[in-house]
């Protein structure tokens, strides 16, 4: 076992040690930067550390996305948005009484040193909890507050009124949403009821997993907060390339994959590069992207070995230098 793994590591070694010498090869798809030197690999490199490639599947996403819905208490939403309200007004007051103050001390009559800083302390301090208040709105109602506040004030208005609902659908085992869905399909005791997807939420709950804010008007009556009910997200039918998890890698500029690039003879070596996808939606056992093509070679497993390699080869090359 132990001979085994020491040949895995050299054949490794190896590969990394080649992205100093494929970089500098006269591809049209190849970056000639150093710093982002494309690795390359033998055939029996790529056997030893499990590259396997494959040609994305062209596919359409299915139009339900099944979630867990439970029916949100209103008196929540009044008292953030309450909260919100109130310390903003406050920060606005203090912020007026502060400049009251300043121009009276300027003026030299009327308000002393200590009145002075006695409101700015207190408008720092209005400052700091509208913020607070503000902040804790956006995350716990992210989807009302990117709304106009004319249509937020109606939305509210007809949840705290009983004209309709709001539901927090859950999709169980998932962090990640790809294209959002429009509307959805509640099913109460095997009644659907139409509902409206408002957005994503930010926060979590124990359940741990992505969720969408839904408005359901003119809901069944008994149906009420805390009920937990079956959603179906309705979304347009999504045609793209169909990969396994595997294939995908995710970093501060979004997802990407590794596609083999053709190769000019049959002695050169494999050379890989990073090509940008956007997710559209989840598949099966994969994801639905848009960002390759049908013919492209792509990396489905062993994806992470070329992460690990990357910039090895300019490493490499300064130590040569030294």
């Known amino acids: 076992m132990k001979t085994a793994v020491c040949c895995v590591l050299a054949l490794a070694c190896g590969a990394a040690a080649s992205i100093s010498r494929a970089a500098t090869g006269d591809d049209d798809d190849v970056d000639s930067n150093p710093a982002s030197a494309q690795p390359s690999l033998s055939g029996e490199q790529q056997h030893a550390v499990g590259i396997v490639v494959a040609h994305p599947v062209a596919a359409r996403a299915p139009q339900r996305i099944e979630a867990l819905g439970l029916v949100l208490d209103a008196t929540t939403l009044i008292s953030d948005l309450g909260d919100a309200t109130a310390t903003a007004a406050a920060e606005r007051s203090a912020a007026a009484e502060l400049k009251r103050l300043r121009a009276l001390y300027d003026g030299g009559a009327g308000a002393s040193l200590k009145m002075l800083e006695a409101a700015q302390a207190e408008q720092a301090k209005a400052e700091a909890a509208a913020g607070l208040s503000a902040a804790r709105f956006e995350l716990h109602w992210a989807p009302l507050a990117a709304l106009p506040a004319g249509a937020r004030q109606k939305l509210i208005e007809a949840s705290t009124s009983g004209h309709s609902l709001l539901l927090r659908a859950d999709l169980p085992g998932r962090h990640t949403l790809g294209a959002g869905a429009s509307n959805a399909m509640l099913d109460v005791d095997g009644i659907q009821v139409a509902g409206r997807v408002l957005g994503i939420l930010r926060q979590t709950t ?12 003119n809901a069944p009556a008994g149906l009420g907060p805390g009920a937990r009910v079956p959603v179906a997200l309705l979304t347009a039918e999504r045609a793209g390339m169909l990969l396994p998890r595997d294939a995908l890698l995710y970093d501060e500029s979004g997802a990407y ?10 002695a050169e070596k494999a050379r890989y590069a990073q090509v940008k996808v956007t997710l559209l939606l989840p598949y099966a056992e994969g994801w639905l992207v848009d960002g390759v093509d049908d013919d492209d070679d792509i990396v489905i497993r062993g994806a992470g070995v070329l992460w690990s390699l990357r910039g090895v080869g300019a490493r490499q090359a300064e130590d040569d230098d030294d």
């Open 257 to 266: 994959v590794y596609k083999q690039l053709t190769k000019k003879t049959a």
């Open 206 to 217: 124990e359940l741990q997993s992505a969720a969408l804010l839904l408005e359901v008007p």
